[in-house]
DNA sequence: ATCAATAATGAAGTGACTTCACTATGTACT
DNA sequence: AGTACATAGTGAAGTCACTTCATTATTGAT
C-alpha cells in the first residue's frame, strides 16, 4: 500500500508518544527528566548563559530556570558563577560531569541513529527529511528565533 | 545532501517535541489536554469502560483515571453508570458533547494530514512511514497488548 | 460464614510550570 | 548626586499530570 497522509499523520503523532516516553525513560535511567537534560543540551551548545538567556533558550519562565538550575547544581552537573560584569545576574555553566553528560546525550543519540537506521536506502531517510520538515513548517509555530 | 540517520533522528526528535507542542496548544483551545483527549479517544473507539479498563488502556493508575474522569464528567464529556453486574465498578462513557469532540478529533487530524501532507509524491510518505516503523520497533518499548 | 482479591477513592507527595510580589542592581535623565 | 524606571533572580502559592499508600465497598470462592 503507498502513502496515505493520514497515515503519515498517524505515524508522526505515535513518534511524538511512543519515541518521547522512550527518551523520558533513558533520560529517568541517568537521573535526568527532559527538562533538565535541554538545560545541559543548551548550555554545552551555546556555552555558558545568565539565567535569563537560559529562560528564553528554553521557552520557559526565569523562575522555573531558578528552579531546574538548583537540580541540576545540586546534583553536580552545573555551577553557579557570578557574572563578570553584571552584579544582578548569575551566570551558568557545565561542569565537568556535566559536559560528560552532554557527550552521553550527543554519543548514544548518534550510535542509536546508526545502529536503528544504518541500513535503510538513503532515499528513504531523505525521503522522511523531507516528509517532517513539511509537517515541522506546516504544523509548528517554532521557537522564533529569526534574523 | 542524502539521507544521514543522525540528522533523521534528529528530525524524529525534533516532531516529538514540536508537534507535542502544537498538539497540547490545539487540545487547549477546546479546553482539553492530552491526556483528557487520551480518554475520549479510548471511549469512542473502545465505547463504555470500566475506570480499571480505562487505566490500563492509558497505562496510567486507576487513581489518576479517577480525576481525569471527575474532570471530564464535570464539562459533560464523559458519564459515570453504575456497573450492570459489578456493583463495585462504574462505566464510563461519552456523551453526545464527548462524541462531538471525538468526531472533531479525528476529523481535524484527517483534514489537516491531507491539506500538509496532500501533495507530497505517495513515494515519500511511504519511505517516511517506513521509516518511522522501524525507529518505533527497534526504539520503543509500546504499551503491550498483543496476541 | 469467612477471607482473600478487586474497584474506586481520600490523603499526601513529586515534577513541570505559572503568576505575583519583593530585593538588589543597573541605567538614564535631570 | 538624586530620582525613577527597567532588569535579574527568588520566595510564595497555585495548577496539572501522575504516583504510592491507606481505606471502603464488593465479589468470589472455600
Chains 1, 2 share one sequence.
Not at 50 to 74: N, S
Not at 104 to 124: C, E, F, H, K, V
Request: contains cysteine; negative net charge.
Amino acid at each position: 500500500m503507498a502513502g496515505d497522509p493520514v497515515e503519515v499523520f498517524d505515524k508522526a503523532f505515535e513518534l511524538v508518544a511512543r519515541l518521547g516516553e522512550a527518551m523520558r525513560q533513558a533520560l529517568a535511567e541517568r537521573g535526568l527528566t527532559a527538562s533538565r537534560a535541554e538545560v545541559i543540551y543548551v548550555l554545552a551548545r551555546d556555552g555558558a548563559l545568565v539565567q535569563r538567556e537560559l529562560a528564553q533558550a528554553l521557552g520557559c519562565t526565569p523562575r522555573h530556570v531558578t528552579g531546574l538550575v538548583d537540580t541540576l547544581q545540586h546534583g553536580g552537573l552545573v555551577e553557579r558563577r557570578p557574572h563578570p560584569t553584571d552584579r544582578r545576574a548569575i551566570s551558568v555553566a557545565l561542569t565537568e560531569r556535566g559536559a560528560d553528560t552532554a557527550r552521553w546525550m550527543t554519543d548514544s543519540r548518534r550510535q542509536s541513529a546508526r545502529a536503528i537506521l544504518g541500513d535503510l536506502p538513503d532515499a528513504d531517510l531523505a525521503a522522511f527529511v523531507r516528509v517532517a520538515d513539511r509537517i515541522l513548517n506546516e504544523v509548528v509555530p517554532a521557537t522564533e528565533n529569526p534574523a
